[in-house]
């Protein structure tokens, strides 16, 4: 019995030390993973932003709203809402300072799908459009009836 006291403070001193260190792994974990988050020279984010560039070149303006639609537009579709989340917001960051608005509703809409799904959509669409495709199931939509 007077053993087990003598080794109880030994084992929270212990435990409580594997704490501290994990929490350090921890928080050196999190650094880590937040710095290849922001690093915008990263070939991740310079492959992105290639993608865009004929779209961008393509826009009559460099400052305005145009409309996103991917495949949460689609009932019935299913997708990776984590992932068709975060290529809207790469692509408003790449647009930038263009906005790229989740409404549809604009003059010019950059549409983010397979061909299979782009159909699928496009055949709801009312209006008349010219359809540019790009690479990387990237299509740039011009509406006709809603231009000046």
């Known amino acids: 019995m007077q053993q087990t006291k003598t080794e109880l403070p030994y084992l ?13 792994w921890s928080v050196i974990q999190q650094i880590s993973q937040a710095r290849q988050l ?4 990263g070939p ?5 932003e290639k993608r865009f560039e004929p779209i961008k070149e393509s826009l009559p303006f460099t400052h305005g709203v ?6 949460w537009d689609i009932p019935g579709v299913n997708y990776d809402p984590a992932n ?5 917001v790469l692509t408003q960051y790449t647009l930038s300072p263009i906005v790229v608005s989740r409404n549809t509703s604009h003059e010019w809409i950059l549409v ?8 699928t959509w496009f055949a709801f669409q ?4 010219e359809v540019t495709r790009y690479k990387y199931n990237l299509y740039l939509v011009h509406s006709s009836t809603m231009s000046n």
């Open 12 to 24: 929270k001193i212990g435990l409580i030390c594997l704490l501290v260190i994990y929490c350090f």
């Open 38 to 41: 922001t690093d915008t020279d």
């Open 44 to 48: 991740f984010l310079v492959e992105w």
């Open 66 to 71: 145009i409309g996103y639609a991917a495949d």
């Open 84 to 88: 068709t989340e975060a290529e809207h």
């Open 112 to 119: 983010n799908m397979d061909a299979a799904n782009f159909d």
């Open 126 to 129: 009312e209006g008349e459009f």
